[in-house]
C-alpha cells in the first residue's frame, strides 16, 4: 500500500500546493494528511472544490489538487463543462477520485447498492467529458505516471483525473480531538425516536446517521417510517422538502448532518416555508462517515443561520435530556429547525441495512398513507 506521506510528497514534487475538496474513505488517511496542510481548503460540495480551484489557478497561475468520491463527479460536470474545459478557460485541475464500485477484469467489486451504478459509469464519464486519467492501485509505480498526468495537464490547460482503487493507502492515524462534553450521535437518535409518536415519517440522510436510525428503528419494532438517503448526500433536506409539500396533511422529520447540509445549504431557504417540517441537524463538525476529516463547519451557528433562512421556530441542544421536550414544542409548532451537538465516532460493530434498497422505500410509501 501507499503511504499517503509518500503521495503527498510526489504530488509536491510535481509543484502542486493547493488542495480542496469532500473526502472519501477510499483515501481518508490521504485526506486526514492533507488537513494538516496550510493551503488546505474543506469544500462544501465537489462543484464548489472545482471552484476553489479555478479561483486559486487564475490568482497564482499554479496547478490545483481537487479530491472527491466518484459519486461526487455529478457535482462537477457543470463547472467541468461550462468554465474549465478547452472551449472556454482552458483550466488546467488534477482530480483525485476514489472509485466506489470499481470495476476490475470487466467484473465489479463488492460494495454498497449506492453506489453499483456509479462505478459501473465511472471511467465512460470520465471519457464522455474527455478527462485524460490515470488509475492507481497499491501496487502500481504511481511516481512516474501522475508526473507524465501532471504534465499533460499544464501542457495542455486541461484538467485530468487519478483514479483510485480500494485498499491503495495505508491508513493515516489523525490526532484525535474528541468532543465528547457532546452526546453520542447514536443516544440522541434513540432520544428522538422514543419521543415520537409511533408511524412517524423521517428522511434521514447519507452514511451513519441512517446506519445507527435503522438499527434504533429495528430494536424499537420498527417504531418510526424512516426513508434513508444511501446516496445523494446534501438532499435529504429537498426530499423532505417536497414530500413536506405534498403531504401537507402529515408532521415530517428531516435528519441531516453538518456536512450533508452544507453540500445543498440553501435549499433551506425552501424547506423553512414548510409548515409540518421539523428539521433536525446533529453537528458533531466532521464527516464521520468517511473518516472524520472536518466539515468547514467549526464556526457556524447552525440554528441562527436557520432564523435568518425563514424557520420560525428555532432550537439549540447541548444535552441529551433537553431532546424530549424541545420535540415536544415543535411536533405542536413546528416550522421548526433543532442543532444538536454531538460528538464524533461510531461503534465498529454498526451494521449495514440489512434488507434490499426498494423495500425501504415501499415501505416508507405503504406506511405514510
Known sequence: MINPSDFLKCIKQNRINFYTGVPDSLFSGLCSFMETEKNHISATNEGSAIGLAIG?????????????????LGNI????????????????????????????????????PQHKFQGKITIDLLKLLKIKFIIINNKS???????????????????????????TFKKYKKIKRENFIYPKRREILNKIVEALPNNFPIVSTTGVLSRELIEINILRKEKINPFICVGGMGH?????????????????ICLDGDGAA???????????????????????????SVGGQSTPSKNIKFYKLAKELGYKNTYY?????????????CLIHPQAFIEIKSSKGYSKNLSRPNKKILFYKKEFIKRLK
Open 236 to 252: 435529504a433536506s429537498s426530499i423532505a422538502n417536497g414530500l413536506a409539500f405534498s403531504k401537507k396533511n402529515k408532521k415530517i
Open 141 to 167: 509505480d504511481y511516481k512516474k505516471r501522475i508526473k507524465d498526468i501532471v504534465s499533460y495537464s499544464r501542457r495542455n490547460l486541461s484538467p485530468v483525473a487519478i483514479v483510485i482503487r480500494k485498499n
Open 317 to 329: 441542544i447541548e444535552k441529551i435530556a433537553d431532546i424530549k421536550k424541545v420535540l415536544k414544542k
Open 56 to 72: 486559486h489557478y487564475l490568482a497564482k497561475k499554479q496547478l490545483p489538487l481537487v479530491y472527491l468520491q466518484n459519486s461526487g
Open 77 to 112: 460536470i457543470n463547472p467541468i463543462t461550462s468554465l474549465v474545459n478547452k472551449d472556454i478557460y482552458q483550466i488546467p485541475i488534477v482530480m483525485l477520485i476514489g472509485w466506489r464500485g470499481e470495476i476490475e477484469k470487466g467484473k465489479q467489486i463488492s460494495d454498497e
Open 262 to 288: 452544507l453540500m445543498h445549504l440553501g435549499s433551506q431557504i425552501n424547506l423553512s416555508t414548510m409548515k409540518n417540517i421539523i428539521h433536525i441537524l446533529i453537528n458533531n463538525n466532521c464527516h464521520d
